[in-house]
């Protein structure tokens, strides 16, 4: 069974960081899959936040996040970080790990065909 098990929210100040783990089983090539980290507020439609692909080369990061957020993957443990530093209480919402052999970009129906249940991150004032 394919599985994205997420964890590492919780509450933390502004300007404060943390490191959300996404780990996967079940892929047969995890390596070969868009990774995609997406997050959902409260009465707001989901939306990207960082992809990468090691098999086509690509990585990049919504607007929103760019140069406070850094996605990253261990291969060897079929995980997937998103590290998120100078946070803010914008921020806030449900992250998601997200992988599809198709998965391409920050659409949350771009080709994802795998999705983890989710880990909660709130940043306070």
């Known amino acids: 069974e394919v599985q994205l098990v997420e964890s590492g929210g919780g509450l933390v100040q502004a300007g404060g960081s943390l490191r959300l783990s996404c780990v996967a089983s079940g892929f047969t090539t995890f390596v070969d899959y868009g990774i995609g980290w997406f997050r959902q507020a409260p009465g707001k439609e989901r939306e990207g936040v960082s992809f990468f692909s090691k098999a086509s080369n690509s990585i990049y990061d919504a607007n929103s996040v760019k140069g406070r957020f850094t996605a990253s993957a261990d291969y060897g443990k079929n995980t997937v970080y998103l590290q998120m530093n100078s946070l803010k209480p914008e921020d806030t919402a449900v992250y998601y790990c997200?992988?599809?052999?198709w998965g391409y970009g920050l659409d949350p129906s771009g080709g994802y065909d795998y999705w983890g249940q989710g880990t909660q991150v709130t940043v306070s004032s």
């Open positions: 997200a992988a599809g052999i």
